[in-house]
């Protein structure tokens, strides 16, 4: 057998570039005459805004420390031991840089057994431990915590997750198995799946204490002080810990059951980590921490050498690092300062973007319409947001006055827009009313000012044509809720310059919104995709096959919602307006559904009641359904809907809409909500052989979103 240091050792070499975290040891004098103490602090070196990690070096680094502290321990020279991490951070987990470095299943399981081994430490010492959870603690950051006597939080904690499922593993050094056995099975189950498969929910430092993880909650001010005034009086035994009993029956099975359920409704099979995770929930139930530690081990190890955790990974880096840097734009230097912020409508989507743009620029920002009405409605809209988020004490009466006066309407563009810096058009989805628009503004707006578009599907370039100044015209498509989905498409067209689209840029970052480079091409990326898709599936309807088989034959795919349920979101009357669009530009590959005209036409919403809370088919819209009589099986439309999806994004990747398939990628997970573990589209298609069956050729090399050869 080898030994740990062996096994970190190895898994070191396999990973040169390592940010070490060093575990340093100092020792105190606990208030009270309660002893002397080791307190341990995890500390990379760097500021918070690197984050302490656990690679294999880090690992060995604590066991250094661990090993001290043993000795200190058993030769009865300190009284306990404490655990903390630098400001703002107390550590985030493993580091998958190293993960995705990993080529063989046994030294993927060196990894997992290398962390229990060492953390496995802190909980077999002479004397009671602490861990004192002082800022961001995630993963691995979370499970050290877990195998110490006792924990802290600080108030301030802004982020306190076990991750790991969302990104396609499962909490493998003592999460799966201790978890449920200190906050009881339900709660468990809540934090590790419920909230992973959230969109990776984090939890404030109050929920932390709540849910019984951390026996004391401090302010973050003097929050290590505090704690060690508290670890004084638990060691002389004035302040007990008193902890529910974890009920090992009916509703252990029954939290494990919630899990299975919230998985399927999430991932629908499709992936293996929330099951693996709710295995070693499952089985946790007998107290055995070690068989959970070994069920965890092989999990992680089987996990790490399979596709959905490299895709998740990816899928993590595409959102943490290009989306940050988004590729092709240009400098930042040429960027020109917005200090006015112009936006043409008040409808619903107009004053969304100017709630977005007031809260994030905090610039006047002036809306326009046809008449007063729908002016002072769209204001109105806007001061009612303002109104909820004082409620929520998310701002205070101060900065809402300050919003408020902030956003204005005016009838007249000349009044509003002359001084404006950057103006937005949200109007009807038609060429000649956004020409039109655009005439009006540029004749009113200063020469400088950045004209943006925020149409779905028009050609960027076409509705600059008519203008005398088209380079400064960009397209700035925003997805629907625009405060939920970060994707912001920025598009452009043939004559836009660089300074215009650098401005647009910066802007977009400001927004917090994650943008991505388009060239101006039908629909873009996420409608061009989604339409294709949605088309594929409208079209084995018309041909004859049942609408719930062609809604279950993607259920594989885990997207957040089925075809037709998105449809209904989107509003069939737009996904018919759009898939016309692509029916003209590209008349062989989209089609415009007779069925879904016929929906429109009858003013239906969608294609489902919710009577009995569930979707069915809506009787009126069954009637209205004219089919043929080919009807397909789940898997056969499964591969045609795939083989469309392919096809369209290989030719927009030869087209250059983007500059590589990351990009196609990233849209589709931050714009629609595609799924981490899939990576977006790219690796799922390229892992189910769809890629070079259709194109003759795998859109991601290999090793990227994949186990390296």
Same mark, same amino acid.
């Given at each position: 057998?080898?030994?740990?240091?062996?096994?970190?050792?190895?898994?070191?070499?396999?990973?040169?570039?390592?940010?070490? =975290?060093?575990?340093?040891?100092?020792?105190?004098?606990?208030?009270?005459?309660?002893?002397?103490?080791?307190?341990?602090?995890?500390?990379?070196?760097?500021?918070?805004?690197?984050?302490?990690?656990?690679?294999?070096?880090?690992?060995?680094?604590?066991?250094?420390?661990? /090993?001290?502290?043993?000795?200190?321990?058993?030769?009865?020279?300190?009284?306990?031991?404490?655990?903390?991490?630098?400001?703002?951070?107390?550590?985030?987990?493993?580091?998958?840089?190293?993960?995705?470095?990993?080529?063989?299943?046994?030294?993927?399981?060196?990894?997992?057994?290398?962390?229990?081994?060492?953390?496995?430490?802190?909980?077999?010492?002479?004397?009671?431990?602490?861990?004192?959870?002082?800022?961001?603690?995630?993963?691995?950051?979370?499970?050290?915590? $877990?195998?110490?006597?006792?924990?802290?939080?600080?108030?301030?904690?802004?982020?306190?997750?076990?991750?790991?499922?969302?990104?396609?593993?499962?909490?493998?050094?003592?999460?799966?198995? +201790?978890?449920?056995?200190?906050?009881?099975?339900?709660?468990?189950? /809540?934090?590790?799946?419920?909230?992973? $498969?959230?969109?990776?929910?984090?939890?404030?430092?109050?929920?932390?204490?709540?849910?019984?993880?951390?026996?004391?909650?401090?302010?973050?001010?003097?929050?290590?002080?505090?704690?060690?005034?508290?670890?004084?009086?638990?060691?002389?035994?004035?302040?007990?810990?008193?902890?529910?009993?974890?009920?090992?029956?009916?509703?252990?099975?029954?939290?494990?059951?919630?899990?299975?359920?919230?998985?399927?409704?999430?991932?629908?099979?499709?992936?293996?980590?929330?099951?693996?995770?709710?295995?070693?929930? &499952?089985?946790?139930?007998?107290?055995?921490?070690?068989?959970?530690?070994?069920?965890?081990?092989?999990?992680?190890?089987?996990?790490?050498?399979?596709?959905?955790?490299?895709?998740?990974?990816?899928?993590?880096?595409?959102?943490?690092?290009?989306?940050?840097?988004?590729?092709?734009?240009?400098?930042?230097?040429?960027?020109?300062?917005?200090?006015?912020?112009?936006?043409?409508?008040?409808? +619903?989507?107009?004053?969304?973007?100017?709630?977005?743009?007031?809260?994030?620029?905090?610039?006047?920002?002036?809306?326009?319409?046809?008449?007063?009405?729908?002016?002072?409605?769209?204001?109105?809209?806007?001061?009612?947001?303002?109104?909820?988020?004082?409620?929520?004490?998310?701002?205070?009466?101060?900065?809402?006055?300050?919003?408020?006066?902030?956003? =204005?309407?005016?009838?007249?563009?000349?009044?509003?827009?002359?001084?404006?810096?950057?103006?937005?058009?949200?109007?009807?989805?038609?060429?000649?009313?956004?020409?039109?628009?655009?005439?009006?503004?540029?004749?009113?707006?200063?020469?400088?000012?950045?004209?943006?578009?925020?149409?779905? /599907?028009?050609?960027?370039?076409?509705?600059?044509?008519?203008?005398?100044?088209?380079?400064?015209?960009?397209?700035?498509?925003?997805?629907?809720?625009?405060?939920?989905?970060?994707?912001?498409?920025?598009?452009?067209?043939?004559?836009?310059?660089?300074?215009?689209?650098?401005?647009?840029?910066?802007?977009?970052?400001?927004?917090?919104?994650?943008?991505?480079?388009?060239?101006?091409?039908?629909?873009?990326?996420?409608?061009?995709?989604?339409?294709?898709?949605?088309?594929?599936?409208?079209?084995?309807?018309?041909?004859?096959?049942?609408?719930?088989?062609?809604?279950?034959?993607?259920?594989?795919?885990?997207?957040?919602?089925?075809?037709?349920?998105?449809?209904?979101?989107?509003?069939?009357?737009?996904?018919?307006?759009?898939?016309?669009?692509?029916?003209?530009?590209?008349?062989?590959?989209?089609?415009?559904?007779?069925?879904?005209?016929?929906?429109?036409?009858?003013?239906?919403?969608?294609?489902?009641?919710?009577? /009995?809370?569930?979707?069915?088919?809506?009787?009126?819209?069954?009637?209205?359904?004219?089919?043929?009589?080919?009807?397909?099986?789940? &898997?056969?439309?499964?591969?045609?809907?795939?083989?469309?999806?392919?096809?369209?994004?290989?030719?927009?990747?030869?087209?250059?809409?983007?500059? &590589?398939?990351?990009?196609?990628?990233?849209?589709?997970?931050?714009?629609?909500?595609?799924?981490?573990? +899939?990576?977006?589209?790219?690796?799922?298609?390229?892992?189910?052989?769809?890629?070079?069956?259709?194109?003759?050729?795998?859109?991601?090399?290999?090793?990227?979103?994949?186990?390296?050869?």
């Amino acid at each position: 057998m080898s030994t740990t240091a062996e096994l970190l050792k190895g898994a070191a070499a396999l990973f040169p570039d390592e940010v070490v =975290t060093q575990a340093h040891v100092r020792h105190l004098e606990l208030p009270f005459g309660a002893g002397r103490f080791a307190l341990i602090t995890l500390d990379n070196g760097l500021d918070h805004t690197k984050p302490t990690t656990f690679g294999p070096q880090s690992l060995a680094n604590l066991d250094v420390a661990i /090993s001290q502290v043993e000795a200190e321990a058993a030769a009865g020279d300190i009284v306990g031991v404490g655990l903390t991490g630098k400001p703002f951070i107390f550590a985030v987990g493993a580091d998958l840089k190293g993960v995705e470095l990993l080529k063989t299943h046994e030294d993927a399981l060196a990894i997992g057994k290398g962390g229990h081994d060492v953390f496995k430490r802190l909980s077999a010492l002479a004397v009671p431990t602490f861990a004192y959870y002082n800022g961001a603690a995630m993963g691995g950051g979370v499970e050290v915590g $877990l195998h110490c006597t006792y924990r802290t939080v600080s108030q301030a904690i802004p982020a306190f997750s076990l991750p790991e499922v969302f990104l396609g593993l499962v909490p493998g050094w003592g999460g799966c198995a +201790l978890l449920p056995n200190l906050i009881g099975a339900e709660r468990a189950v /809540s934090v590790i799946i419920e909230n992973s $498969l959230n969109q990776n929910k984090q939890l404030k430092g109050k929920q932390v204490y709540e849910l019984g993880i951390a026996d004391a909650i401090f302010e973050g001010a003097d929050f290590l002080e505090q704690s060690l005034i508290w670890t004084a009086s638990v060691l002389k035994g004035e302040i007990k810990i008193e902890r529910a009993e974890i009920d090992r029956g009916e509703a252990w099975d029954q939290a494990v059951a919630k899990g299975r359920f919230i998985a399927d409704s999430k991932v629908h099979g499709a992936a293996p980590a929330a099951y693996r995770a709710l295995e070693i929930i &499952e089985a946790a139930k007998s107290g055995d921490l070690q068989a959970g530690f070994d069920a965890e081990d092989k999990a992680l190890a089987d996990l790490i050498m399979g596709g959905e955790l490299r895709s998740g990974i990816y899928a993590f880096n595409l959102v943490q690092k290009r989306g940050k840097r988004p590729a092709g734009a240009p400098s930042k230097d040429l960027a020109r300062p917005v200090t006015k912020v112009g936006v043409v409508g008040a409808g +619903l989507m107009a004053s969304q973007l100017a709630l977005l743009f007031l809260r994030r620029l905090e610039v006047p920002v002036v809306l326009t319409d046809i008449d007063q009405e729908r002016i002072d409605k769209g204001v109105g809209y806007v001061h009612a947001e303002i109104d909820k988020l004082l409620l929520k004490s998310r701002i205070n009466q101060d900065k809402a006055n300050r919003l408020k006066a902030l956003v =204005t309407g005016s009838l007249d563009k000349a009044a509003g827009f002359s001084d404006a810096d950057f103006v937005i058009e949200a109007v009807f989805e038609e060429m000649g009313v956004k020409q039109q628009v655009f005439a009006e503004v540029e004749a009113v707006a200063p020469a400088h000012a950045i004209l943006a578009t925020n149409t779905s /599907s028009l050609s960027v370039s076409e509705m600059a044509s008519k203008l005398k100044h088209p380079e400064r015209v960009v397209g700035f498509h925003f997805f629907n809720p625009v405060a939920v989905l970060p994707l912001l498409e920025i598009v452009r067209g043939e004559k836009t310059d660089d300074a215009s689209l650098a401005t647009a840029f910066g802007v977009a970052k400001k927004l917090k919104k994650t943008a991505v480079l388009v060239k101006d091409a039908p629909a873009f990326v996420v409608n061009r995709i989604l339409t294709r898709f949605m088309g594929e599936i409208q079209n084995v309807i018309d041909e004859g096959t049942p609408v719930a088989v062609a809604e279950k034959a993607v259920e594989p795919l885990g997207l957040p919602m089925s075809p037709l349920v998105l449809l209904e979101l989107v509003g069939p009357a737009i996904g018919l307006h759009v898939s016309e669009t692509l029916n003209r530009s590209f008349p062989d590959r989209f089609t415009v559904s007779p069925n879904l005209a016929a929906v429109v036409k009858a003013g239906k919403r969608g294609f489902y009641v919710y009577d /009995s809370g569930k979707p069915e088919l809506d009787p009126e819209v069954a009637a209205l359904l004219v089919q043929g009589d080919v009807v397909l099986t789940e &898997e056969q439309v499964r591969a045609r809907v795939l083989d469309a999806v392919a096809q369209e994004i290989g030719l927009m990747l030869d087209e250059g809409v983007v500059a &590589e398939a990351q990009d196609i990628d990233l849209c589709l997970i931050t714009g629609a909500g595609w799924p981490f573990h +899939l990576g977006g589209v790219t690796p799922y298609l390229d892992r189910e052989g769809v890629s070079e069956r259709v194109n003759g050729k795998r859109f991601l090399a290999a090793g990227v979103a994949s186990v390296p050869a």
